[in-house]
């Protein structure tokens, strides 16, 4: 499982703008780990891809996330909840994709 955690509203428009980028074809590749205010839990690297739809580990914490572009537009809609201001102060999380055994979840705080 991959955890990332931190999504106030400011930083899922910026995780959300670099998976927009993805969708449209404006960039083909984008380093989901330095998107600015999402932090990767456990030192966990996550690199997205446009192409073929498969998740390979690179080394033991970093991982290369691959999907095409209507895909990408999927797992993007998957955040307009964190881009809005929350209306309660409790956590929540969203299970953004699955490959193999490895879940990709975003969290509006540390834990799931």
């Known amino acids: 499982m991959l955890l990332f955690a931190g999504a106030d509203p400011t930083s899922a428009r ?8 993805l969708a ?16 990767a839990c456990d030192n966990c690297e996550l ?22 572009r209507v895909q990408w537009e999927s797992v993007a809609g998957l955040l307009e909840p964190f881009v809005m201001a929350p209306t309660a102060a409790h956590p929540r999380h969203q299970y953004l994709g ?13 834990h799931w």
């Open 14 to 21: 910026s995780l959300l703008a670099a998976l927009t980028d």
């Open 24 to 39: 449209s074809g404006y960039t083909l590749i984008a380093k989901l780990h330095d998107v600015p205010g999402i932090q």
């Open 47 to 68: 690199v997205a891809i446009v192409g073929d739809s498969s998740f390979e580990p690179m080394l033991k914490t970093t991982f290369v996330w691959r999907l095409n």
């Open 98 to 110: 699955k490959a193999g055994r490895t879940s990709v979840i975003i969290s509006n705080s540390e």
